[in-house]
């Protein structure tokens, strides 16, 4: 058995996981590059693979023609945008991910992007180690209308964290859990209702794959002024350039994102602005969620090959 590890903090806290598959006399081999691969980095190194346990590289058609050993894809996050499903599924090539690993990490980090675009909270940091004292008034979350798209394992989290802000919360999910929102006191709408009501907007669903946008400049357009939306899903929902033009006309208040169109590269124009707060797709990785989707991928790997 082969297994290709391309992501980079896998079991960086604790070696169990590594040594597990060691242990099954199972050869791994590393991500050499340090970076997330390019299709052809990844061409060059599924030759004779069993396996993968796959960070945020894409695994596209012309990937999986040349992985012609391979059998499954431990998917180390819960992501899947980043493999072409119908040519796996083509191929028998089975995909796994690891399920609510990562939920608390990303719904905690998703309230202190809402905390630091609300209120700048990286702006006064930044200025003062620049020994600029420079107060900036910003807006409350607490009492604020909060709408929650994707009510999910992570959505699900946010507005238990919400509900501590004393937040109304509307939510929206194309699978909609009727009594779940009804329990959580949850309003269901239509995202078009939601944009115009809400004051804040946080995203929870998958990445488009389609090339469509779930937020373009028709969607912002409709919003309040006063509006904050925070990413940490996929920046294929929303259309960058278009939410560049919001934030720098303050069509909108405030923009926190996780998450870009072309990562690990940022549009320069973000650079410029003072009403968003970038982060480098960081939302995953606290240490107790490496650990656990550390283990929880390589048990996925063991589970497939224990019925082969
Ligand atoms: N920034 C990060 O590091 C990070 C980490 C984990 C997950 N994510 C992203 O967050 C997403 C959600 O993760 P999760 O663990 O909550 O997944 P999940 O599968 O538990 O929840 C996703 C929810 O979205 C809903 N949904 C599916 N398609 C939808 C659509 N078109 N419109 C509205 N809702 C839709 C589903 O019904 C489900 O309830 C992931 O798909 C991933 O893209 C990002
Ligand atoms: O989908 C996920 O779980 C997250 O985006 C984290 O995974 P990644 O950083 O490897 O994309």
Same mark, same amino acid.
């Given at each position: 058995?082969?297994?290709?590890?391309?992501?980079?903090?896998?079991?960086?806290?604790?070696?169990?996981?590594?040594?597990?598959?060691?242990?099954?006399?199972?050869?791994?081999?590393?991500?050499?590059?340090?970076?997330?691969?390019?299709?052809?980095?990844?061409?060059?190194?599924?030759?004779?693979?069993?396996?993968?346990?796959?960070?945020?590289?894409?695994?596209?058609?012309?990937?999986?023609?040349?992985?012609?050993?391979?059998?499954?894809?431990?998917?180390?996050?819960?992501? @899947?945008? *980043?493999? /072409?499903?119908?040519?796996? +599924?083509?191929?028998?090539?089975?995909? &796994?991910?690891?399920?609510? #690993? $990562?939920?608390?990490?990303?719904?905690?980090?998703?309230?202190?992007?809402?905390?630091?675009?609300?209120?700048? @909270?990286? *702006?006064? /940091?930044?200025?003062?180690? +620049?020994?600029?004292?420079?107060?900036? &008034?910003?807006?409350?979350? #607490? $009492?604020?209308?909060?709408?929650?798209?994707?009510?999910?394992?992570?959505?699900?989290?946010?507005?238990?964290?919400?509900?501590?802000?004393?937040?109304?919360?509307?939510?929206?999910?194309?699978?909609?859990?009727?009594?779940?929102?009804?329990?959580?006191?949850?309003?269901?709408?239509?995202?078009?209702?939601?944009?115009?009501?809400?004051?804040?907007?946080?995203?929870?669903?998958?990445?488009?794959?389609?090339?469509?946008?779930?937020?373009?400049?028709?969607?912002?357009?409709?919003?309040?002024?006063?509006?904050?939306?925070?990413?940490?899903?996929?920046?294929?929902?929303?259309?960058?350039?278009?939410?560049?033009?919001?934030?720098?006309?303050?069509?909108?208040?405030?923009?926190?994102?996780?998450?870009?169109?072309?990562?690990?590269?940022?549009?320069?124009?973000?650079?410029?602005?003072?009403?968003?707060?970038?982060?480098?797709?960081?939302?995953?990785?606290?240490?107790?969620?490496?650990?656990?989707?550390?283990?929880?991928?390589?048990?996925?790997?063991?589970?497939?090959?224990?019925?082969?």
């Amino acid at each position: 058995m082969k297994v290709l590890i391309t992501s980079n903090s896998f079991s960086k806290f604790d070696e169990t996981p590594r040594q597990k598959m060691l242990d099954l006399g199972w050869e791994l081999i590393g991500n050499r590059y340090k970076h997330i691969m390019n299709e052809e980095e990844m061409m060059g190194e599924v030759n004779e693979v069993d396996a993968i346990i796959l960070g945020s590289d894409t695994v596209s058609k012309k990937v999986l023609d040349k992985a012609n050993d391979l059998q499954i894809i431990s998917r180390y996050g819960v992501g @899947i945008d *980043n493999i /072409d499903l119908e040519t796996a +599924k083509e191929k028998g090539i089975e995909v &796994t991910v690891t399920a609510n #690993c $990562n939920t608390e990490a990303v719904a905690d980090y998703a309230i202190g992007l809402m905390l630091s675009t609300l209120r700048h @909270i990286c *702006n006064v /940091d930044s200025n003062l180690k +620049k020994n600029t004292w420079k107060k900036e &008034t910003g807006l409350d979350l #607490c $009492n604020k209308t909060v709408g929650v798209f994707g009510l999910g394992a992570i959505g699900r989290e946010v507005v238990k964290r919400l509900q501590g802000f004393n937040c109304k919360i509307l939510g929206y999910d194309k699978y909609v859990d009727e009594d779940y929102c009804k329990n959580e006191n949850i309003t269901i709408k239509e995202p078009k209702e939601i944009f115009k009501e809400a004051d804040i907007i946080t995203l929870h669903m998958p990445g488009n794959v389609d090339g469509s946008y779930f937020i373009s400049k028709r969607e912002l357009d409709m919003m309040k002024s006063s509006m904050v939306i925070i990413n940490t899903a996929r920046a294929s929902l929303i259309d960058e350039e278009a939410m560049i033009c919001a934030l720098k006309d303050k069509r909108i208040y405030g923009y926190g994102t996780d998450v870009f169109a072309e990562e690990p590269l940022v549009n320069k124009e973000f650079a410029d602005l003072d009403n968003v707060v970038l982060s480098p797709h960081n939302a995953a990785v606290s240490v107790e969620a490496i650990n656990k989707m550390s283990h929880k991928a390589v048990d996925n790997l063991i589970e497939y090959f224990k019925t082969k």
